[in-house]
Structures are given as structure tokens and as C-alpha cells.
């Protein structure tokens, strides 16, 4: 193919990087301010890629020219290290053996438009064979939809695959079957973050911020009048004057001398030569990145340790303002809703049509007046606690007055913790339902041994015995006016002796509650100290790992 015509003229390229024009270098970032050299052979017979990582990653002054750090070593991290810039992700990829990927990702203003997509577009003259007899393939890449990412993988042309977010297409492109990669073509970097994460490789182009820590390329396309300089970008190619290369090319093989000028005017070359670089570094890259952010926390932990230290004088601060809450709400909201309970929601005189509501109606209480508001507060400091022991690299936002953290607990580590809401279902399934039954017991006494028989037998009297309806009628009376009192008697006791026990409950929970926040804090602390401490150990393995020879 023509393509291949004198494509070793180094003087006839062109190059830019980081905004000068070096025709020995050009780099891509990993993480940070480590680079790779994409596009230079090595000259060691190994064929490494050359990495400068800080100096805290050297071991003995000296960094393999090829890092690979092992399986056992990458699956670790998941379970140690939170999911910051997507490492999480990253370990995924790296622990999968799918096909290589790299992910073309348009920033700010260069979405994939419809005339972008037909016309000059990065990926149209890239994958172009302007010499193949058969471009149907061809023709039908450049019609392809705007509105969806696109896989483009090297194979026999069969047309496309629809999935909800993409399209997948195989094309017999002689520059994907050289990298042998799948070639993401994203339409725009926030509606295809999911697919972009399937990336070994991420080919920015323009200018924003993409995803951190992921082994990334800027490109600037000077086909674009509206691009801003990207300030590091490292590499600068125009797809216009490279696209109509190709189809000069596709109209004349005779216009082969103005194909071969506009496409190293272009500089695609240099762009082909690094996607053939990414496709050969992309496992020791992506592991390399992981290593860098692992570090990065790692650094993060060494001055979390002086920040547990005061942290644990906050929390006993916090305990003690939440004891002295609790106990003001259970003098204040409690009592006076079993106050209005005993007194108007269920006196004694209701119990004659509402007895069998009793427990219905003293759950419903106790649910909305046993401390709910410290229940809520005790959630955010355990919620408070867990975040900074676990995940949280800086120390927590101070907060006003009354509020304990920024987001409740995600779990119990036991249905125990939630000492409160414990307490409430003890209650529902103790002291309610012996209420329940007692009440309902003592208002049978009362009704059918008192107020029953004395309306009765006077009644059969009058009209059995003829006698006085006025005598008859008085023990009638007096009988229902004594079991009233009865009643009464009875109730007001059964209810007294429930508040105290709710009361004595309240406030062993309360203890309770005390005890299990200082615990918390100091299990989650000794559990933190036992992960920093095995952070710390696997990242010098893959310290290690990388120095190797």
C-alpha cells in the first residue's frame, strides 16, 4: 500500500510536543508526572518501555524498564484501598482478559457531530484503505450513527451490532488488524463515562479534564477552529488535511504524491506509530497507574494517623453532647407523650370502647416519642466514625451544633448497634403486649364480676320479685359507679408501672448506646490501623515487583 511508501523519512514528519516540535520524543501520561515513551523503539534488546516514576517508587536507585506487577498483587486491592479515580475499575481491567481497548474520547466541544463523523473525522482517515477493491466496509463506517459510541474491532465487515449505549462493528482495516485493538469511538466524555471505563488506553481530544489517573494521551486536532491549545497536549494532528488524503488517494492512486505530503503534513504517522505503542503497553500502563494511586493513598494515610489522634477527642466530645441530648429528650418528648397518652389518648373511661386497641395505640406512641431524634443523631456519629476510619483521607468538615456527621451509617455491623431500635421491638413484643393483656384482663373483672352482675340480678329482682325499682336501681348504680372506680384504680396503676419500666429502658439504652460508640470508634481505629499497615506492605510488594530485573 502507498500508506507505506517512504514512512521511515523522519525528516519529512512532523511533531509536537508538549508545544514544541521534537522529533525524538513523544510521551504519554500515566499518572501524575510519570511518562512513557510511545513512540521510540527501545534500544535494549528486552524491548522495554521506558517509565519514570517519583522517587518513591524507586527501590535501590533503580526502576525496571518493564513493570509488571502480578495478578495476586492487583486483586488485592479492591479489598484494601477505597475506590478514588476509579481504581476499582482499573483493577478490573486489569484483572480481565478481554481484547485490548482504547477509547478516543472527544472534551468540551468536540462531540462527535454528524459532520465530524463523515468528514473529517480522526477515525475515518485512520482506519481508511483507499487502495482495497472492495469499500463498502468503508462507506459504511463513514455512515455510521452519531448518537452512540462505537467498538470498532479488526474482522470481517458483517455490518453492526446494537447494544442500549453502542454500536459494535468489525472492519477489515489494515491499521486495526496491524494493532490488533478494539477502537472505542465515544460521542461525548459524561454520556459515555461508562464505556470510556472499558479502556486500557484513553486518546483525549480537546480540551477539559478527563478521567484522573487513567493512562491517557492528549491530541489536538488543528481541523478544529474552535479548539483551544490544550496547555500539555502531546500530540497535535489534523484530520482534515489527513482525511483528504484518503480520499485523494480513494479517487486516483495517481495522486499518490499529494496523498503521501498531506498525510505527513497531517501527522497521523506519528499518531498510528503511538496506538501500536498503547496496544503493546497497555497491561504494564494500567498496572502502573494502580500502583501510583495506591501509592498516592498510601501518603494520604501517613497524615490520616495524626488526624485519628484528634478525631478521637471529637468523638468523645460528641458522645458526651449526645448523652446530654438523650436524656433531654427522654425528660421531654417521652414523658409528655406518655403524659398525653395516659391522659387523652387512652384514659381509662376509653378503655370501654377502644380495649382492644390498647397495644395499637401505645406501639404508635412509643414509636413516635422513644428518643427518635437521638436514634437519628446516633446513626450519623456511627455514620461519622465509619466514613473517617474507613475512607475518608482528610479530616471530617466541622459541623454546628446538634448534628454528628454528614451521613448515617451504611450498616450495622450487627442488629445489636442499633441499640435504640432494639430496645423499641423489646418493648412492642414485652411491656406492650403485657399491657395489652393485663389491661384487657382487668376490664373483664371489672365488667363482667362487678358492673354485670350488679345490673343484672337487681334487674331480675324487679321483675322476678316485684321489688323496688328505686332499691334495685340504687345497687345497680352502685355497682357500675364501684367498677368504674375499680377500673380506674387499676389502670392508672398498670400505666404508672409501664412508664417506669419504658423510662428505665430508655435510659439503659442510653448507657447502652454510650458504650457502643466509644467502641465503634476504637474497633474502626484498630481495624484502620491493620489496613494502612497492609496498604503500606502492598505497595512495597508492588514496589518490589516493578524493580525486579
Known sequence: MLRQIKRQSAGLRRYTTAGTRDSRVLTGSVYGTTEIDLFNRPTLPEHEVKLEPSETAKVDGK???????????????????????????????????????????????QDMTVKKRKDANILNALLADPLASDQKWYDAFLARIASKDIVLSPGKYTGHGTQNSRWDMSLPSPFLKEVDVDILEATSFADSLDNIRDCHWIIYVGEGEGLKAWPSVNLRDLAEDDFVAV???????NSEEAFEAVSLLRESPSNSPKYLQLWQQSNFEQLSRAMKRMSANHDRALRYSIYQTCRDLCASDVSK???????????????????????????????????????????????????????????????YAFLPASRQSMCYLLGRIDGFA??????????????????????????????????????DETLVSELHSRAY?????????????????????????????????????????????????????????????????????????????????????????????????????????????
Not at 495478578?71 to 484483572?95: C, K, W, Y
Not at 496547555?231 to 494532528?237: P, R
Open 63 to 109: 526502576v525496571s524498564l518493564e513493570p509488571r506487577i502480578p495478578n495476586n498483587l492487583i486483586r488485592q486491592v479492591r479489598g484494601l484501598f477505597p475506590d478514588r479515580d476509579s481504581l476499582h475499575a482499573r483493577v478490573s481491567l486489569a484483572d480481565s482478559v478481554g481484547r485490548t481497548r482504547i477509547g478516543i474520547v472527544p472534551l468540551g466541544p
Open 231 to 237: 496547555v500539555n497536549a502531546t500530540l497535535t494532528v
Open 305 to 367: 494517623e495524626s488526624l485519628m489522634k484528634g478525631e478521637a477527642d471529637t468523638i468523645k466530645t460528641l458522645r458526651s453532647e449526645w448523652a446530654r441530648n438523650a436524656h433531654r429528650e427522654l425528660q421531654t418528648v417521652l414523658k409528655q407523650q406518655l403524659l398525653k397518652w395516659r391522659q387523652s389518648e387512652l384514659p381509662w373511661y376509653k378503655l370501654f370502647w377502644r380495649i382492644d386497641d390498647v397495644d395499637g395505640i401505645t406501639r404508635d406512641s412509643l414509636e
Open 390 to 427: 474507613c475512607t475518608t483521607p482528610n479530616a471530617p468538615e466541622p459541623l454546628s451544633d446538634g448534628i454528628y456527621g454528614l451521613a448515617p451509617v451504611e450498616k450495622w455491623d450487627s442488629p445489636s448497634d442499633d441499640v435504640i431500635g432494639e430496645t423499641l421491638e423489646e418493648l
Open 441 to 549: 384482663h382487668e376490664f373483664l373483672k371489672v365488667v363482667l364480676g362487678i358492673q354485670l352482675p350488679t345490673v343484672v340480678i337487681p334487674a331480675l329482682g324487679v321483675y322476678l320479685y316485684d321489688l323496688s325499682l328505686y332499691n334495685m336501681g340504687s345497687i345497680a348504680a352502685f355497682g357500675v359507679v364501684w367498677g368504674c372506680f375499680k377500673l380506674q384504680k387499676t389502670w392508672d396503676a398498670l400505666c404508672s408501672d409501664f412508664s417506669v419500666a419504658v423510662f428505665e429502658k430508655a435510659r439503659a439504652s442510653i448507657n447502652s448506646c454510650e458504650q457502643l460508640i466509644w467502641s465503634r470508634w476504637e474497633g474502626k481505629a484498630i481495624e484502620e490501623k491493620e489496613r494502612v499497615d497492609d496498604r503500606k506492605k502492598l505497595v512495597v510488594e508492588m514496589e518490589e515487583s516493578i524493580a525486579k530485573k
